[in-house]
Nanobody, 127 residues
Framework: QVQLVESGGGLVQAGDSLRLACKPS????????VGWFRQAPGRERDFVAA???????YYAGSVKGRFTISRDSAKSTVYLQMNSLTTDDTAVYYC?????????????????????WGQGTQVTVSS
């Protein structure tokens, strides 16, 4: 079992930055792949970024160059640094964990790959 707790959401203005945090617990932190997804009202849950236990990263094209996913093993936390936010980034952001081999594949764009999900944190970007 893996429990995921997200934090760091909020209301910001366009152009601002925000950092989300995801703290998994209940399983060896360095053996899971962690992903971030987001879901805007009336839309499907979209892939944002993922990170393997080795630190390899994978991003959606819409956030590449603006968002950075990272992990701090000492704190057992995965971060999503979001810069140059636009109103299109407004959504509920979810952290997810894949309890497979800890590596990263293109399949990690697919929400069904993940076994565990956090409760979500709201990010609202105003114009």
């Amino acid at each position: 079992q893996v429990q995921l707790v997200e934090s760091g959401g909020g209301l910001v203005q366009a152009g601002d930055s925000l950092r989300l945090a995801c703290k998994p617990s209940g399983r060896a932190f360095n053996k899971i792949t962690v992903g971030w997804f987001r879901q805007a009202p009336g839309r499907e849950r979209d892939f944002v970024a993922a990170i393997s236990w080795t630190g390899s990263t994978y991003y959606a094209g819409s956030v590449k160059g603006r968002f950075t996913i990272s992990r701090d093993s000492a704190k057992s936390t995965v971060y999503l640094q979001m810069n140059s936010l636009t109103t299109d980034d407004t959504a509920v952001y979810y952290c997810a964990a894949d309890s497979g081999d800890g590596y990263i594949y293109s399949d990690h764009e697919n929400p069904s790959i993940y076994d565990y999900w956090g409760q979500g944190t709201q990010v609202t970007v105003s114009s």
